[in-house]
């Protein structure tokens, strides 16, 4: 079973929507959270990094939130751009990890117009 | 662009061969980060180098090795390649690497093709 599961798999929305995007973890216990932005091809890009102890991290557009106790993430975009379509990473640093992240598969959203 | 330098960009070769990839991080930064991404896969984490020496290792197989070297560049070595290596490999780099919130800053990476 994945240590860190994201939901949905993939999503298409219309410019100047909003949406969110699920992440779930068993890692435990954890640094950090942190979330990524991909397009096709490319390095990964980092949005957001939220230790145990913060609730939310925003980042312009992107809010992310967390609830250690349920092990839940969110990644929220606010009026989407076209620019916004490409795959959204969710990673978890384990404790005293060296940074071994560990990817979620990610969530493919498209934006059209 | 994150600073993150990776060649060759592409790389199309046979089974059975050996390949070198190459990575420079960001000026200043220490660590040295390897991960593979195959197809629709998500990022695996294969090893570290801290300021050359090895820091952590992942999923890494034993026909694949690493190294840092003095001025602080990275190169993947992967041989006896087989088709399931075909992968989008990136590098990554970061201040630190003892610190687990160390940002780490992702190369363009390599698309290796084995046929």
């Known amino acids: 079973k994945n240590q860190v599961e994201q939901s949905p798999q993939s999503l298409i929305i219309l410019e100047g929507k909003n949406c969110t995007l699920q992440c779930n973890y068993t890692v435990s216990p954890f640094s950090n959270l942190r979330w990524y932005k991909q397009d096709t091809g490319r390095g990964p890009v980092s949005l957001t990094i939220m230790t145990f102890s913060e609730n939310t991290k925003s980042n312009g557009r992107y809010t992310a939130t967390l609830d250690a106790d349920t092990k839940q993430s969110s990644l929220h975009i606010t009026a989407s751009q076209l620019s916004d379509s490409a795959s959204y990473i969710c990673v978890v640093t384990p404790s005293g990890g060296y940074n071994k992240l560990i990817f979620g598969a990610g969530t493919r959203l498209a934006v059209h117009p | 662009d994150s600073g993150v330098t990776q060649t060759p960009k592409h790389l199309i070769t046979a089974t059975g061969q050996r390949v070198t990839l190459r990575c420079s991080p960001r000026s200043g930064d220490l660590s040295v980060y390897w991960y593979q991404q195959s197809l629709d896969q998500g990022l695996q984490f294969l090893i570290q180098y801290y300021n050359g020496e090895e820091r952590a290792k992942g999923n890494i197989l034993e026909r694949f090795s690493a190294q840092q070297f003095p001025d602080l560049h990275s190169e993947l070595n992967l041989s006896s390649l087989e088709l399931g290596d075909s992968a989008l490999y990136f590098c990554?780099?970061?201040?630190?690497?003892?610190?687990?919130?160390?940002?780490?800053?992702f190369g363009p990476g390599t698309r290796l093709t084995v046929l």
């Open positions: 990554a780099s970061s201040v630190g690497g003892g610190r687990d919130y160390n940002e780490q800053f």
